[in-house]
C-alpha cells in the first residue's frame, strides 16, 4: 500500500487526498484498520476524506458519509484547494445511497459561492450531473456531466473522468446506442490502465455492454470476477443499487447457481451493515427474491426503491414472475405497463422495447417504440429504428445479434435492413459499411487533452 501511497502523492499532488485514498485502497482485496499515516495526512480535512474513500471502498457507505459530513464541518488551516471539495464528495456519497432530497440541498449550497477553479467547476458538473441522471433528470444530468467532463479533461483532472465516464457508457446502453457506449467503454478502460478508477461501476457497466453485444455467455467471465472480488463486488454493492439484482439474472440464464447465492448473501451482509439506507436493503430483498422466486421480496424492492430506473426494474421482474402463473395476465399487464411508463420518463428506450415486446407476447400492443434517440435529422431519411440497426449492421453484427440488442425479431430486423438499402442505395453489408464510415452522424467527443496536462 505506501508504494501506491507514493505513486499516487508523484502522480496527483498531496492535496488530491480524494484520489490518494482510492489508490491506496485499490491494491488491497480487503481493507482491515486503516494505517494512521494514510488518514493524518497533510491537514485534518484531507485525514477525513481519506478514512471517508476507503470506508465506502471497503463497503461501509454508512461510515463514508458520517465521515465525509464530519469533512465538511472542519475548515482546512493549509489552503488546499481539494480539501474545499469535500462537500462534493459527500453528495457523490449520497448519490449512491439515493438521498436525493440531501444531495441536491448540498449541491445548491456549494453551487452558492462561486466556482474558484477548473477542477471546482468540472467537479461541480460531474457530480452533480450523475446526482441528476439518478434522480431521474436525466438529459439535465448529461448535459453537466459531458460539460463536466470536458473541463476534466482539459485541464488534467483525472480522479473525476471515470464517474464521468460511467454516467455516460450507462445512459447510452440504455438509449441502445452502442457505439456511444462502446466509445465511453475504451474511454474507462483507458482511466483502468493507467491507475484511476474505482473498479466496481465501470466492470459493471462494462458487463452490462457485453451481455448486451453478445448475450450472457460474453458477460460470463466479467460476471464472475465481479462476485468472487470482495473488493469490486462490496464496492458496487454500496454504489449502483440496480447492479446485483442484474448480476443474479444473469447467473440465473448461465445456470450459475453459486454465483447468485454468493452475490445475494453479500447483499444481505450489505444490508444489514446500512440497516437505514433503504436502497441497499431494496437492492438486496430484489436479488434474494429473484433467487428465490419470492414476489413478496420482489414487491418490498419495488415499493423502497427511491430511483425509478430501479422501481421499473423491480417491476418488470413482478410482471415476469406472474406472467408464469396461472390467472395473473391482467396483474402481469398492469406491472409490465407501469415498468414501461418508469423507462420511458428516464429516456431508457433499450429498456422501454424489452417491455414493449414483452406485453406484445400477451396480444398487447403500445405503439412503435423507438430504440434510440438522435438530435437533429438522421441521415438519407432513416427513421431511428432503421439508423440503429444500420449502425449495429456496419459494426459487423449479425440479424440475430441486432435483434437480440434492439429486442426485435431477425425478420424485423431483415424488414428494416431491406428499407435501409433502399434509401442509401446500397445492395450489401459490406457496401453499407463503407458509407456509414464516412456519411452517419458521429458521437460527440470532448477535446483532446494536451499532453501536457496528462
Sequence with gaps: MDAAVNHATKSTGDADSWHLALAAAGTRM???????????????????????????????????????????????????????????????????????????????????????????????????????????????????????????????????????????????????????????????TGEALLGYFGQAAGAWVSALAAEARGGVASAAGLVAGIITNPLVLRQLLVSEPAAVSWLVRVCGKLGAVDLAEEAVRAAAITAADHPRIGVIRASASHAAGLLAGDLDMVGVAANLYPDQWCVASAQEDLADMLAKRHGERENAIRLFDSALASYTAVGATRDVSRVVNKLRDFGVRRGAIRAVERDGLLPFGLTNTEFAVAELVSQGHTNNEVGRQLFISRHTVAFHLKKVYQKMSVTSRVELAASWKTLAPQPSDFPERDPQDA
Excluded at 499515516?37 to 461501509?60: F, K, Q
Excluded at 445548491?108 to 441522471?133: C, K, M, N, W, Y
Design 30 to 188: 480487503d481493507i482491515g484498520p486503516v494505517p494512521e499515516h494514510l488518514l493524518s495526512g497533510s491537514c485534518e480535512t484531507a485525514g477525513l476524506i481519506r478514512r471517508s474513500a476507503l470506508s465506502w471502498l471497503n463497503g461501509r457507505l454508512d461510515v463514508a458519509l458520517r465521515v465525509a459530513a464530519e469533512a465538511m464541518d472542519v475548515e482546512c488551516d493549509k489552503g488546499h484547494e481539494f480539501c474545499g471539495l469535500a462537500g462534493y464528495w459527500c453528495v457523490a456519497l449520497l448519490t449512491k445511497a439515493r438521498e436525493f432530497d440531501a444531495g441536491w440541498r448540498t449541491l445548491h449550497s456549494l453551487r452558492a459561492g462561486p466556482a474558484d477553479s477548473p477542477r471546482v467547476g468540472a467537479t461541480s458538473q460531474v457530480i452533480g450531473g450523475e446526482l441528476l441522471f439518478a434522480m431521474g433528470r436525466v438529459e439535465d444530468g448529461l448535459a453537466e456531466v459531458r460539460a463536466g467532463l470536458e473541463l476534466a479533461e482539459r485541464y488534467g483532472v483525472r480522479s473525476l473522468l471515470p464517474t464521468g465516464y460511467v454516467v455516460m457508457a450507462l445512459s447510452a446502453l440504455r438509449r441502445a446506442d452502442m457505439r456511444t457506449c462502446l466509445q465511453f467503454l475504451d474511454k474507462l
